[in-house]
């Protein structure tokens, strides 16, 4: 069994995906875009839409990420809350350098990258776009 974490956009899946690539050193796979999805009526996609992306996969080192746009009309609220990924890095320097990616541009840093109790270097970052990260490192 393996979980993977899906995330869903709103019109931001590629511009996150590239971002994600380059802080987490992994590339895009199986990237679709909505124009090459039959149409159906049960989901339309506005032309305005159909280049944004219905499905793309992240690999890196250690595990992998889905994400997705979703469209204006989907009736789900998929929104970029009630969650937080979790990256445990290998080392201080894998630590510090994701950390200074994931803060460019930031919308808060809720912990500063710093030692706790359970961890060598802990922080946690709400990227610019919304998403919720807790970045760790220990020598265990």
């Known amino acids: 069994m393996k979980l993977t974490s899906y995330l869903v956009f709103n019109g931001q899946a590629e511009e996150a995906a590239n971002f994600y690539a380059d802080v987490l050193g992994g590339k895009i796979d199986n990237l679709y875009r909505y124009e090459s999805m039959p149409?159906?009526?049960?989901?339309?996609?506005?032309?305005?839409?159909k280049q944004m992306i219905l499905h793309c996969c992240i690999a890196f080192p250690g595990g992998s990420?889905?994400?997705a746009d979703s469209l204006p009309h989907d009736k789900r609220n998929f929104g970029n809350r009630g969650h937080m990924l979790t990256l445990a890095c290998d080392s201080?320097?894998?630590?510090?350098?994701?950390y200074a990616k994931l803060t460019q541009g930031a919308q808060k840093i809720e912990c500063l990258l710093t030692e706790t109790f359970f961890?060598?270097?802990?922080?946690?970052?709400?990227d610019r776009?919304?998403?919720?990260?807790a970045i760790m490192y220990s020598e265990e």
């Open 92 to 98: 201080t320097a894998q630590t510090e350098e994701v």
């Open 39 to 49: 149409p159906t009526p049960e989901m339309p996609v506005p032309e305005e839409c």
């Open 129 to 133: 776009y919304g998403v919720l990260w």
């Open 119 to 126: 961890a060598k270097q802990y922080a946690e970052v709400i």
């Open 65 to 67: 990420m889905a994400m």
